[in-house]
Structure formats: C-alpha cells, structure tokens
C-alpha cells in the first residue's frame, strides 16, 4: 500500500471564531506591553513567546491530527462460491437449451466458466471456489465457507454464491452473513432448484432386529414416503444376502407416508444383510433412496440364562415358565427358598448353589436377579463383584427385579450398588402398594427401543402399552440416574424429580443393565395369554444377550455398543482377548482396522479396560451409512479375528431434496447485496463493475491529546516564565 501523509483539523465553526479572537486580543495586548517597555528587545521576545503559545492553545482547540491514508495497490476479490454438495446432483433446475430439466450443478456452469469473468480483468481479481464438494461425511455448511472467504482474500469487495440453499449441517449461515455485513461486503447469491419436492418414492427406514432364531419368522417393519399425487401399488421386495427373496404387495398412500411390515424366515444360522426395495414408478423423479439394507443375526445356539429369586412371588413363576419355553433359551433357576429339601424341588431347570468360579458364571448370557440381597444363604459380596465383572467385560446381560421383600437394597452396599440405573428410597425398602392398579407410560425413548416394541408400528404399540394391564406394587424409586435410559415411567406417580421411572436401562462396560420397578408383567397375559409377556421376556433375553454373540473367535471375541450405531455416532468396541491356553491376556497390544462402504480405512488402538478379565475399549466415531468391515490384531499373540457392523440411518445430504431459496434470500437482505437469477449472466457483471473501491485504511494520531504535546506546551509554559525573571519582571 502507497501513504499519503498529512495534517488535518477537525475545527468547527465555534471553535475557529473563539482561536481567531484569542489570537487578535493577545496579538494586541503583546504589541500594548512591548510598546510601553520601549521597544525592548527582551520584553519583545517575552510577548513572542506568550503569543506563540497562546496560538498553540488556539491549534490545539481545532484537534490538529496526523493522518496516513493507506490506499491498496493489489486489485479487489469477488470470490465466486459453488455448491458441489450431493444435492447439487438434483435434477430439477429450469432448462437453458435442452427440453429436459437439468442437474443444479449443470444449471450453474456458466457461472464457473473463467471466461465469464473477463469483463471484470480489468478492475477485480475473480476466485472461483467450490465448498462441500469433499465433505466428510457429505453435508452442506454455508456458515463455513462465507466465514473464511473473509481470511482468505484481504481485498474483497463481494462474493457470488451459488447455492440451492440446502444446508444441514454447522452453525446458521446468517452468522457469518452478519460479519461480511460489517466489513461492507455483499453476497449475490444465485439460487438453484426447485422449491417443491419432485415426484419421489422414498424409503425411509428398514426397523429389522439385530437378531433373530434360525427357523423363526421375523416380523421386518418399514416405511415408505410417497409425493406422487395418487396411491399407488407397489411390489416391495426383501431380499437377504444369502439369496433369498420375500415379496409383498402393498398400497402406498399419496402425499403421505405408509407404513407396513414383511416377514422373513432365516433358511439358516448366520449373518444376514437384509434388503428391501421399492420398484421404481413412472412418474418418479429419483430412483437412488427407493432401497435400504439392514443386518441381522441369526444364531442356532441356546442362550444360557440365570434366574436367582428368594421366594417364588407370582412374577418369578410366570417369568420362569416363559423362559422355559422358549426355544432359543436354556435357564437356570436358583431359588433361595427356605424349607425346600431340594433346590427347586428336584425339577431339572434349577441348581444347587450359586456358580462360585468365574468360569461357570461366565458360560450365563443373562443374569436375572430378583428379590434377593446379601445375607446368610443367599448372595455373598464376592458373588456380587463376579456378577459385576460378568456384565462390565464379558458384556452379559443384568436384570434386576426388586419386590416387596425389599432385599435387593443390601445389594446397594455392593460392587452392585453402582450398576443400579435408578436411585432408590432406603427408608422405604419394601417399596409401594395400592389398591388401584398403576401402569405404565412410555417415553419417547421408550417408543424407539427394541424391548418396548410389542407391535409393528409406533401407533399400534402405545395403544398395547396404554391398554395393558395395571400393577399394584412398584420399587421405591426416586429418580433415574445420569447416562440411563428411562423406557417407561408411572403414568400417575410423581415426585421433585417428575413422573417415577420403572423400566430403565444403562451400559455398563461391554453389557447391558435393566431394571424392571414392578412386579406385574404377568398380568399382561389376562385375556391374550402369551402373547405379550412372552414377546417382552423374549426381546429383553435377545437384547442383553446380542453382544456376547457379535463375533467370537479362539481367543478374542469382539462387542459393540449400541448395537444398531446410528450415523455420527460414537460406537463404543470391547474386546475380551486370551492366552492361546485359556487365561486373560493382561497388558495386551489390540489394534483394529475399520473400512468404510466408500473404502475408506481407519486404523484404531485398544486400552487396557480390566486384566482380570482380559478386557480391552476403544472409540469410533461413524462417518457413513451402511457396512463398516473390521479386522481386529493382537500383537502379543498374533490372533486375528474379522467382524462387521451395520450403521444405521441416511446420509444427511442427498439428492431429491427441495430447494430453500429462502436462506440464500436472507443472506442477501443481511448484506445488501442482491438475488440474481442464474440466467442473467450481464446483469452481474454490471452489478459488480460498479462496486466502490475498496476503502483506504486511515490511521489517526491525535496531536491536541498526545503527551508529546502537553511536555511541549508546558516545556514553553516554562521558558516563558525563566525568560519573565531573567527581563527583571518577577
């Protein structure tokens, strides 16, 4: 930059009348005193000096500054901003040559031809740059490119943004239009695409379970969003990886979304990918979201299951039956009933004593742990601690069901005690009865889970948990702890806490924990039998079973949790590694590569997480829908061992979206510039010919306030009166 240098007075009217008459009457009185002295040479300096510093007071009073103006020398920016965003792939632009509606990307082409921009050599510089083009995952962010666009070019005057609006992803881009806003400079933004939707059928979601019994039918839900202006009727088709094919007819609702369910028989034990499609309709737009791919796991083997209860309570003989006749389930009962000559009464389900060895408690998928604490006869803290580690590092399932003898509250001064999800009331350890039945209501949480889901959609299962029947106990409940999920919670009941949770889950470690606050689910079977009860202990087995059966190996086995991760989720990985004879590897070195659908590779490494049982964490972070592969490597023992997971979900830029013209709208009102239609070429060009120049930058040194003027005034304020006594007039 060239400086121009010079002194400015920032006077004013008053201020100049008020300098002038101080200068004319001290001017006078200085001529009077000399001419009365004689004409004295000294007396002559004396009224110079003093009418020199009356004039400097009278400079100062007009706030002399000195000014450098700063003027640029490089040429002014327009920076030219392209969205290359996957939604920019939608092809309903209005057409400039051709019959058919073009892409969005076509659509602004032109614009990023260079010579487009010639016109303007001559007075701006135009950068033309793409923004979202390589988003990780794709997303559109509008706030990030016009926020730095300022950092990136010193001189910019304007930018052109070339957008169809559709951002989903960072901060509102009106926040960065309210900084260009106040460095002066205006975005013409150039918006692209259709503001309605176009004729689509899209699927929205696939709701198959993460697992399921070899020979079993499995009930698969799904959904399907339609903006075709009629019903129409559709073929949908499920096919599994192994080659297989269900197919169904059904009806898809105009303007609206219709949901249904398929059912499919696993033809044998394994895992699945399983994958529904929509056939494509004559009259659609886009035919790339018309399929969905889900995982489930089929497994042949029984899942082993242990019941401890103190007496049989009516819910503990229900609960038994059912497990019992589940076919996917081998249980174990423990009854710590007093008077019994045989555990159990001699029937083959039970056993004698507690699993005292972590080896035979570790063969127990899940734990069920009823109305029983530590006392003479029943648990011990060391069984406890066992019963801990069982869930936290070799991911089995907890289910703690308190009752009316309020044993379970000795369990809290346990290493169990911290496994609770829920905060229990010590001075009522018997919990609460009435005479009119409570019942459940499910959360919003509670409607989404796998363990609610008693029927095929959201609607029809709040109406089953709404027309259940009532309990008449519940635990002494006051709050939920934090990191727990509440699944359901007294409709009637409250505390300071809100309504009283009842059936709440939480992660600890590898597994998972319930707690079940009544002792009522067997009355669920009045008047429809089985048919619910069994369905919710079946799902609660499966569910906290899953991840001990992700995938095992000789000498590692891998868990992950959730088990259905959704996309940019933290997926939490646990691995139990072993010695090639058996024992807990300690102080291991666990490494993993982890290859996304696009192929890309992330390498992560295990910590220590537990040597007794030769437990192992890490974290990954979900970037893409759809099959993520994983090969897992022990250093000290060479062991390899090859998994999957499934995540869950859409990306959240993809084509067939409609345009928000709205936002670009907005962004143009925030900074005075202007919405320019994509076709009118010249009158852009026109619009940015005509911008001012950049502003010079000014720096400002005020004289009347620097100190290096008052040492000047009052330095001649003390000659002045040295020079008075040296004349003799002092």
């Excluded at 239009?177 to 013409?188: D, E, H, S, T, Y």
């Excluded at 590692?556 to 997926?571: A, E, G, I, W």
């Amino acid at each position: 930059m060239t400086p121009t240098r010079d002194l400015r007075l920032e006077w004013t009217t008053g201020s100049a009348i008020v300098s002038l008459g101080l200068l004319l009457v001290t001017a006078v009185l200085c001529w009077t005193a000399w001419r009365r002295s004689g004409y004295r040479a000294s007396i002559g300096l004396l009224e110079a000096a003093r009418l020199s510093l009356v004039g400097l007071a009278a400079l100062l009073l007009n706030q002399p500054e000195w000014v450098e103006e700063f003027r640029p020398e490089e040429q002014p920016t327009i920076a030219v901003l392209w969205d290359g965003s996957p939604s920019m792939d939608t092809r309903d632009a209005t057409p400039i040559d051709a019959d058919a509606p073009a892409t969005r990307k076509e659509r602004i082409a032109p614009w990023l031809d260079p010579n487009m921009w010639k016109p303007l050599d001559d007075r701006l510089r135009v950068a033309i740059e793409p923004f979202a083009a390589e988003a990780d995952p794709p997303a559109s962010d509008l706030h990030e490119p016009l926020d730095r666009v300022r950092e990136r070019h010193k001189g910019l005057r304007g930018v052109v943004l070339l957008s169809d609006g559709d951002w989903n992803d960072g901060p509102p881009p009106v926040e960065a239009a309210v900084r260009l806003r106040q460095r002066g400079v205006p975005v013409f933004v150039v918006p692209v695409g259709s503001r309605s939707r176009l004729p689509d059928l899209e699927l929205l979601s696939l709701d198959a379970p993460t697992f399921g019994v070899a020979g079993k039918p499995v009930r698969i839900p799904f959904t399907i969003e339609s903006s075709l202006p009629r019903d129409t009727l559709a073929s949908v088709v499920l096919r599994d990886s192994s080659g297989g094919e269900v197919v169904k007819e059904i009806t898809i609702h105009a303007m609206g979304r219709t949901s249904d369910a398929i059912v499919w028989t696993s033809p044998a034990q394994g895992d699945y990918v399983l994958s529904l499609s929509v056939p494509r309709h004559a009259d659609e737009a886009i035919a790339g979201n018309n399929e969905l791919a889900a995982p489930i796991a089929v497994r042949d083997e029984k899942l082993r299951v242990l019941v401890v209860e103190s007496q049989p309570r009516w819910e503990y003989r229900y609960l038994r039956n059912a497990l019992s006749r589940d076919p996917g389930v081998d249980v174990a009962c423990l009854l710590f009933h007093p008077g019994l000559n045989k555990a159990g009464g001699g029937n083959a389900d039970y056993i004698a004593r507690f699993p005292e060895s972590l080896d035979a408690l570790s063969v127990f998928d899940v734990v069920f742990l009823g109305d029983v604490g530590v006392e003479p006869n029943q648990l011990t803290a060391e069984q406890c601690r066992l019963v801990r580690g069982l869930v936290e590092h070799q991911a089995s399932g907890l289910v703690l069901m308190p009752g009316i003898l309020g044993k379970q509250m000795t369990l809290l001064d346990t290493e169990l005690g911290d496994v609770y999800p829920v905060v229990l009331d010590p001075a009522q350890p018997s919990g609460w009865g009435a005479r009119t039945p409570g019942h459940f209501e499910l959360t919003e949480f509670g409607q989404r889970s796998l363990l609610t889901k008693l029927a095929d959609t959201q609607d029809d299962n709040m109406d089953i948990w709404q027309s259940l029947p009532g309990f008449q106990w519940y635990a002494p409940v006051i709050r939920a702890k934090a990191g727990s999920d509440v699944l359901c919670v007294h409709k009637d009941a409250v505390n300071e806490f809100g309504r009283l949770p009842l059936l709440v889950t939480r992660t600890l470690g590898a597994g998972k924990v319930l707690f079940m606050g009544t002792d009522g689910a067997w009355r669920w079977r009045k008047g429809v039998e089985d048919k619910y009860h069994y369905r919710f202990w079946g799902q609660v087995v499966r569910w906290m079973a899953y991840s001990r059966n992700m995938a095992k190996g000789e000498t590692m086995r891998l868990y992950y949790s959730p088990d259905q991760p959704r996309l940019r989720q933290n997926v939490t990985l646990r691995v139990n590694a072993m010695e090639p004879g058996g024992e807990p590897l300690a102080k291991g070195d666990i490494t993993a590569r982890v290859t996304a659908p696009s192929g890309k590779v992330d390498t992560i490494r295990f910590r220590a997480d537990g040597d007794e049982w030769g437990s192992y964490v890490a974290a990954f972070l979900t970037r893409e829908p759809g099959k993520h592969d994983l090969r897992l490597n022990c250093g000290q023992t060479g062991a390899t061992l090859d998994a999957s997971f499934f995540v869950q979900g859409t990306a959240s830029e993809r084509a067939g979206r409609p345009a928000r013209p709205e936002v670009l709208e907005e962004i143009a009102r925030v900074t005075e510039g202007a919405v320019l239609d994509a076709a009118e070429t010249d009158g852009v060009l026109r619009r940015l010919a005509s911008l001012p120049d950049p502003p010079s930058t000014i720096r400002r040194l005020p004289l009347w306030s620097h100190p290096a003027t008052a040492a000047l005034f009052v330095g001649f304020l003390c000659a002045f009166w040295v020079g008075r006594k040296a004349a003799g007039l002092i």
